[in-house]
């Protein structure tokens, strides 16, 4: 059962720390050298640092023992020094997440090479799965990008084989127009699906004019109303998901559900889905890749609703 961190801890086992104080996505794209850490220390006591608000999440990677709360590296991680024995940064490679570990004074460090470091270096342009499995890799750890699957959710699912559209995005160069999305509600309605809209509780007005220009009441929209972990299990039960490249796609990656994701500033080839029933649209001539943008990418309002109602097609869902 996963825990809180809180000391002192409640056993004697070895701490293992992997840091990766980032979002949904960044912690699904981890899963891999999550378990392969498990399975190579198994003696250790897994703490996994990142945001507390993923905690349904990290519960279902399988491979945490506790989830210490951190917001991010604006403050030094709340462990006393000489308590860590294997500081594992999944973070980067800056000096600031380099340094946070540092200042733990682990036994082992497990990163990439950089100063005081030892390990691979850092690589441009590969997929982020691969990323953090070639660094255990690279430390002599066995860690597979394939192995990046979800246990089932705990949560109960409230809206069971649901045609999920997530209107929603942490910033704005990934936002697709709302018209768009509402003409994909309409078509996965007319053929038969029961929609829902969501996204987190700052994205339930985009959620709701999303609806009203579809023509749905207002009781379809349940952004802002699902803890993380119902809306896991929401998407573990979906027919399908239509989204940017959010946490909400690469849900739909950790349980096989049919996608369609919709990428803007982040390449594909480094962030996108798996093999699998799941379709990429995106232009990549077009990318102007700054993810921080309040502007959405060319690459994304290159992609018509027209291109995901064929994606769709493609998947069986239409």
Request: glycine share 10%; with cysteine; charged share 20%.
């Amino acid at each position: 059962m996963l825990h809180c961190v809180s000391l002192p801890y409640s056993d004697d086992r070895p701490v293992l720390l992997a840091l990766r104080a980032l979002k949904l996505g960044d912690l699904l794209v981890a899963v891999p050298a999550l378990r392969a850490l498990r399975r190579a220390f198994p003696e250790h006591r897994i703490v996994y640092a990142a945001q507390g608000w993923l905690e349904p999440v990290v519960r279902l990677t399988g491979s945490v023992d506790d989830h210490l709360h951190v917001h991010g590296l604006d403050e030094p991680i709340p462990l006393p020094p000489g308590l860590v024995d294997i500081a594992v940064n999944l973070h980067g490679n800056g000096a600031e997440s380099r340094g946070r570990l540092e200042a733990l004074e682990p036994r082992r460090r497990i990163g990439h090479q950089a100063p005081g470091w030892e390990g691979p270096e850092w690589v441009l342009g590969i997929h982020e799965r691969e990323r953090w499995c070639r660094l255990l890799q690279g430390h002599g750890i066995d860690a597979h990008p394939g192995d990046f699957r979800l246990d089932s959710p705990t949560a109960a699912n409230p809206v069971p084989d649901a045609a999920v559209v997530h209107v929603g995005a942490a910033y704005g160069s990934r936002l697709w127009p709302l018209d768009r999305f509402a003409a994909i509600a309409r078509e996965l309605r007319e053929a038969g699906h029961p929609v829902i809209f969501t996204g987190s509780e700052g994205e339930r007005p985009r959620a709701s004019e999303a609806a009203r220009r579809a023509g749905f009441e207002e009781s379809t929209v349940v952004a802002g109303t699902l803890g993380l972990g119902e809306f896991a299990a929401v998407v573990a039960g979906a027919a399908v998901v239509v989204a940017v490249d959010t946490g909400a796609a690469h849900l739909a990656s950790a349980y096989g559900r049919p996608s369609v994701v919709i990428f803007g500033p982040a390449p594909p080839s480094e962030w996108g889905p798996p093999p699998g029933p799941h379709v990429v649209l995106t232009d990549e001539s077009q990318r102007r890749g700054e993810v921080f943008s309040d502007e959405p990418d060319p690459a994304l309002l290159a992609v018509t609703a027209a291109d995901v109602r064929a994606a769709l097609v493609e998947l069986g869902v239409l």
